[in-house]
């Protein structure tokens, strides 16, 4: 079998070279070369100093791009697949990235994205010395489906990492139940005590104790948040780092460890979702021993991935890009119920469909209905243009949520988007797009930037 995984390791490199000289690095094509040749190779090949993975419904890409930029700011060299190649060819790839052709180390840390459902294979192999959890909800069908099925699989891949430490999201009721043996729990206080909003989608309704009601003690979004069951006691463990006085207009943040140390931070979010993603990844460093007066520095030169968010600000009018995921009701919601949490006079381009070039992909509308276009609904959202081959269903949804017909446009033709957009009164545009249409949002808002900038130096409006 070790000549197997040489002979893997050595077809793959080869194949990693050729496509490096054709441009076409990021391809994990080599990778599934690597397993098809040799299933075992990530029991086989060598781990550098710090190998973590990162894995949850939600905040994977985010969380594992931060702890990449992090170790650079450390100056260590790192394996780290940017485009988020997180199912076995994947790993493969970045594993072989992480060795020479000898098996040797030659990198200080590999940060790996790893899907909920395969962890239990591809992670049981491997062992990361770090496994983080961030949060379990709803997904699409398509790619999950029903949460505790994800808590399940993720439960899985724990059981066969004895050595490793869990990171586990206090706050989220889900995978905050998951047994680990040493597990290390991060969470945020100071969300709303009142009730919960209204969400169409509920993943957490009864105590998985005795089934009856939980109480939050205080929640942020979804199903996340600090809860208690009156009835039998079953509640939120407590967290080892908690986040507290998170100002998004800033992005500062107080955390809080289990010594009662202390340590404001200056991050990149803006968003309560982004704001446990931080806490996560401070817990992270100060777990592997970083001091957490150097984190101060260090996270300050960590970057939010562009491909999940931007700002720009244009002639007085803020422009912003937002990772919208489609075919589920849970990430959807979180993001509009968010956004809309302003005074500003808002203006949506929803880009939210699957490519249909690609053949295995589909489009249907069922998620439509789990999705709460009401919170659209509010006076300050004052127009909504919708980009979808499926406009037609849209429009009935959005007339369905009580949105007038006069604030919103269904078309199937992006190029017709910056027809729509108007300046007038506005003080935020938002393009919200897919996982696969991040070069196309980015598109459609230079497109809406150059209208501006031609309406504002006076070529009309």
């Not at 990021?26 to 299933?39: A, H, N």
């Not at 999201?169 to 680990?180: L, V």
């Not at 490519?355 to 999705?371: F, M, P």
Request: proline residues 4%; aromatic residues 10%.
């Amino acid at each position: 079998m070790k000549l197997r995984f040489y002979i893997a390791l050595w077809a793959g490199k080869l194949a990693m070279f050729i496509l490096k000289l054709m441009g076409r690095e990021l391809d994990d094509r080599p990778g599934i070369l690597m397993y098809r040749i040799c299933p075992d190779f990530l029991k086989y090949v060598h781990k550098p100093k710090y190998t973590v993975a990162v894995t949850g419904t939600n905040g994977k890409s985010t969380v594992t791009a931060l702890i990449n930029d992090v170790f650079e700011a450390m100056g260590k060299t790192t394996s780290f697949n940017k485009w988020g190649a997180n199912l076995k060819a994947g790993h493969c790839y970045l594993m072989a990235k992480s060795v020479n052709f000898f098996n040797k180390p030659v990198v200080d840390a590999c940060v790996l994205e790893a899907d909920e459902t395969s962890s239990a294979a591809n992670m049981g192999a491997l062992k990361p010395d770090t496994y983080i959890v961030t949060n379990i909800s709803r997904d699409s069908l398509r790619r999950n489906g029903h949460p505790l099925y994800i808590r399940d699989c993720i439960q899985r891949a724990i059981s066969l990492m004895l050595d490793s430490r869990i990171f586990l999201s206090a706050d989220d009721p889900i995978s905050c139940q998951m047994n680990a043996k040493h597990p290390v729990y991060t969470g945020l206080t100071g969300g709303d005590t009142g009730p919960m909003p209204n969400y169409r989608i509920q993943d957490f309704t009864v105590c998985p104790r005795c089934f009856k009601k939980p109480v939050y003690k205080e929640h942020f979004y979804l199903h996340v948040g600090r809860f208690v069951c009156p009835n039998c006691g079953f509640a939120s463990p407590e967290p080892d780092f908690e986040g507290s006085a998170f100002d998004p207009s800033t992005g500062a943040l107080t955390l809080t460890e289990k010594d009662g140390s202390q340590t404001t931070l200056k991050t990149g979010a803006t968003s309560i979702f982004n704001a446990f993603n931080y806490v996560q990844v401070f817990a992270y460093f100060r777990s592997i021993g970083v001091p957490a007066d150097q984190l101060v520095s260090l996270i300050e030169k960590a970057h939010i991935p562009a491909s999940r968010e931007t700002d720009e600000m244009v002639r007085g009018i803020e422009l912003s890009t937002r990772l919208c995921k489609g075919q589920t009701g849970s990430s959807a919601s979180t993001l509009f119920e968010h956004i809309v949490r302003t005074d500003q006079a808002l203006e949506l381009v929803i880009l939210v469909y699957e490519e249909y070039g690609n053949l295995d992909a589909h489009e249907t509308i069922s998620w439509l209905y789990d999705t709460d276009y009401e919170f659209l609904a509010k006076d300050n959202v004052k127009k909504i243009i919708v980009c979808d081959p499926n406009y037609a269903d849209y429009a009935l949804r959005l007339r369905m949520a009580g949105i007038d017909e006069s604030r919103f446009v269904c078309i199937s033709d992006e190029k017709k988007i910056t027809d729509y957009v108007t300046f007038d009164g506005i003080d935020r545009i938002y393009v919200l797009h897919e996982c696969d249409l991040v070069t196309k949002g980015r598109q459609v808002k230079d497109e809406i930037k150059k209208k501006l900038l031609h309406a504002r130096l006076g070529g009309g409006k």
